[in-house]
T-cell receptor, first 115, second 117 residues
Framework: EADIYQTPRYLVIGTGKKITLECSQTMGHDKMYWYQQDPGMELHLIHYSYGVNSTEKGDLSSESTVSRIRTEHFPLTLESARPSHTSQYLC??????????????FGEGSRLTVL | AQSVTQLGSHVSVSEGALVLLRCNYSSSVPPYLFWYVQYPNQGLQLLLKYTTGATLVKGINGFEAEFKKSETSFHLTKPSAHMSDAAEYFCAVTKRADSGGYQKVTFGIGTKLQVIP
C-alpha cells in the first residue's frame, strides 16, 4: 500500500490568491513528481525531483514552483492563481535503485478550482 | 521517443463479460510497460507491469496483460467483469535508465470502463 499523501484534496479559490499543494511520502523514496491531469488528456509531468535540493521542470510548462527541502516533502506553489490553473494535480514518488523500473506511487490528488 | 495509444476512450461491458482494453506503444528501446487504474476521486494505482521475462503478466483484481513485441501492444484483459472494475485505466511506457537517471514515463489518455449490470 502506497504511503503518499496530498492536501488539500479539494480547493476552490479566487483569482490572484497564492496556494500551496502539499505532498508527503513515508516510503523514503528519493524521486518525487508532480503531474497535471485534465479530462481526456494524458498525464503531463510538470515538476520532478531526484532528492533534497534537486528540482527540475517537466515536459509541460507550468507557472507553479516546487521545493524539496526534506526527502519526504515536495510542495507545489502557485503565487497567483488563475482560472487556467484549474486542474487535478497528482503527486507521485518512485524508488531509486540499481534497477529502476519506473513504477510510480501516486497520492490521491488535489483538485484545484480557480474562480 | 516513446508514445502510447489507447484505443477507445470509453468502453462498456456487461457484468460477467470479457474486458479488453487496448494499448499500443512506440519506443526506440526495449520498453517497460504499465497499466494503472484510477477510481473516482483517487490517484492512480498500479495494476501490473512488464519489465523483462515472461510476456504474460498478471496483476491485481484478476487482470492480466500480454506484451507482444511484434505488434507493439500491451492489451489489458480480464475474463469476467465485475461492477467494482468500473474505473479509468491508463497504459504507460518507460525504459530502463542508468541508476539514478531520469526515466520519462509517457501515459496514454486513459480508457473509462463502464460495467453494465
Amino acid at each position: 500500500e502506497a504511503d503518499i499523501y496530498q492536501t488539500p484534496r479539494y480547493l476552490v479559490i479566487g483569482t490572484g490568491k497564492k496556494i500551496t499543494l502539499e505532498c508527503s511520502q513515508t516510503m523514503g523514496h528519493d524521486k518525487m513528481y508532480w503531474y497535471q491531469q485534465d479530462p481526456g488528456m494524458e498525464l503531463h509531468l510538470i515538476h520532478y525531483s531526484y532528492g533534497v535540493n534537486s528540482t527540475e521542470k517537466g515536459d509541460l510548462s507550468s507557472e507553479s514552483t516546487v521545493s524539496r527541502i526534506r526527502t519526504e516533502h515536495f510542495p507545489l506553489t502557485l503565487e497567483s492563481a488563475r482560472p487556467s490553473h484549474t486542474s487535478q494535480y497528482l503527486c507521485a514518488s518512485s524508488q531509486q535503485t540499481g534497477f529502476n523500473t519506473g513504477e510510480l506511487f501516486f497520492g490521491e490528488g488535489s483538485r484545484l478550482t480557480v474562480l | 521517443a516513446q508514445s502510447v495509444t489507447q484505443l477507445g476512450s470509453h468502453v462498456s461491458v456487461s457484468e460477467g463479460a470479457l474486458v479488453l482494453l487496448r494499448c499500443n506503444y512506440s519506443s526506440s528501446v526495449p520498453p517497460y510497460l504499465f497499466w494503472y487504474v484510477q477510481y473516482p476521486n483517487q490517484g492512480l494505482q498500479l495494476l501490473l507491469k512488464y519489465t523483462t521475462g515472461a510476456t504474460l503478466v498478471k496483476g491485481i483484481n484478476g487482470f492480466e496483460a500480454e506484451f507482444k513485441k511484434s505488434e507493439t501492444s500491451f492489451h489489458l484483459t480480464k475474463p469476467s467483469a465485475h461492477m467494482s472494475d468500473a474505473a479509468e485505466y491508463f497504459c504507460a511506457v518507460t525504459k530502463r535508465a542508468d541508476s539514478g537517471g531520469y526515466q520519462k514515463v509517457t501515459f496514454g489518455i486513459g480508457t473509462k470502463l463502464q460495467v453494465i449490470p
